[in-house]
């Protein structure tokens, strides 16, 4: 084929095969049978042409719309692109196409204009991916004419839309109780912005230490990098009382634990850290890291099955939970006596 020739459309494959473009329809979709002739005639002109149908054509011959968007703020920290991966590897084997808007900002007008931007393609439903008020906030600005699911990390009453959740919750109050059952007396906590107040892995610690009747030390807030819990670290490395700490993302934790050693002080024999999301690199770190494990590719591949399942069968689908899971390695232990005292 020349270099310069246009991308080949269904005329092409039309005139290709010597049949009508309702014959390529026809063939295409599926839907309406055709003898073995044409079909052949038709699928050696595809494979010569090298003709890929796109999703808007797919719809106007199938009559069903097989696009959807995805709506995130980002889509390079791990939980959001492992979680952008469960979706796509689920919509691609049920036959759709997976369209990502990208929310830069919390602006109305800027959140309007991505919503607006991809509902005005032929969708067949919408994902949000809601990680953090950004998401909130667009979940929110989601008109009630096409499907909308979500996936969220804390888990609330069931409402309006369909949730996938990972119900962080559990894996703070986990990971906190274990902390606790180790023998340090509190759990101080590096925090990452919640999406609502009340909820999330920072209330699942101190609704473990409440329980407890440990003392509730202050919440540090930080974001997600590593250098916000490397930063937010500078105001306990001081204080020999702090003897557990549980991150917000394993980032939060590699912040910290740098921060500790940076002064001479070992993990966990000095301060036992614990992280959050259990990333890649969570076991290869030194001292391998004891996080809570959350599964973002399933949230995705969980998320995308509720969509799927309104899409079947005409009707908002419930809620989706798992339980994350405390995976316990090398980075807490039980505290020296003499940090204790």
């Not at 559990?170 to 101080?188: D, I, K, N, P, S």
């Not at 107040?197 to 590593?226: C, D």
């Not at 921060?259 to 001479?264: R, S």
């Amino acid at each position: 084929m020349p270099l310069d020739r246009d991308v080949p459309g269904i005329v092409d494959v039309a005139e290709k095969a010597g049949v009508s473009l309702s014959t390529v329809s026809r063939v295409l979709s599926g839907r309406t049978p055709v003898s073995d002739r044409l079909r052949r005639k038709v699928e050696a002109a595809v494979a010569e042409l090298g003709y890929r149908p796109n999703a808007a054509a797919q719809s106007l011959v199938s009559g069903r719309r097989s696009t959807v968007a995805v709506f995130a703020r980002n889509t390079i920290r791990y939980g959001y692109a492992a979680t952008l991966q469960g979706i796509e590897e689920a919509a691609r084997a049920a036959g759709y196409v997976v369209m990502i808007a990208v929310v830069e900002s919390d602006d109305p007008a800027a959140i309007s204009a991505a919503v607006d931007g991809a509902l005005s393609q032929p969708l067949a439903g919408a994902i949000v991916i809601e990680f953090d008020e950004l998401g909130v906030a667009t979940l929110a600005a989601m008109p009630k004419t096409v499907p909308v699911v979500a996936a969220a990390g804390a888990r609330r009453p069931p409402g309006e839309t369909p949730h996938a959740f990972l119900d962080d919750y559990v894996g703070g109050h986990e990971a906190t109780t274990y902390l606790l059952a180790q023998g340090h007396r509190t759990v101080h906590h590096v925090a990452i912005p919640a999406t609502r107040p009340g909820t999330g892995r920072a209330w699942g610690w101190r609704a473990a230490l409440e329980e407890a009747g440990a003392s509730v030390p202050p919440l540090l807030q930080a974001n997600y990098s590593p250098t916000s819990g490397y930063d937010v670290a500078q105001s306990m490395i001081d204080d020999a009382s702090v003897t557990a700490v549980l991150c917000g993302n394993d980032e939060l934790a590699i912040g910290v634990a740098r921060a500790y050693q940076e002064v001479g002080r070992r993990i966990p024999d000095d301060v036992s850290i614990v992280g959050f999301d259990d990333q890649p690199f969570a076991r290869m770190w030194t001292p391998a890291l004891t996080t809570v494990r959350q599964d973002f590719v399933d949230l995705g591949r969980r998320t995308f099955a509720l969509l799927g399942e309104w899409l079947e069968h005409g009707r908002a689908p419930e809620d989706s939970a798992v339980t994350p899971q405390l995976v316990v390695r090398e980075s807490a232990a039980a505290p020296r006596p003499t940090a204790m005292s």
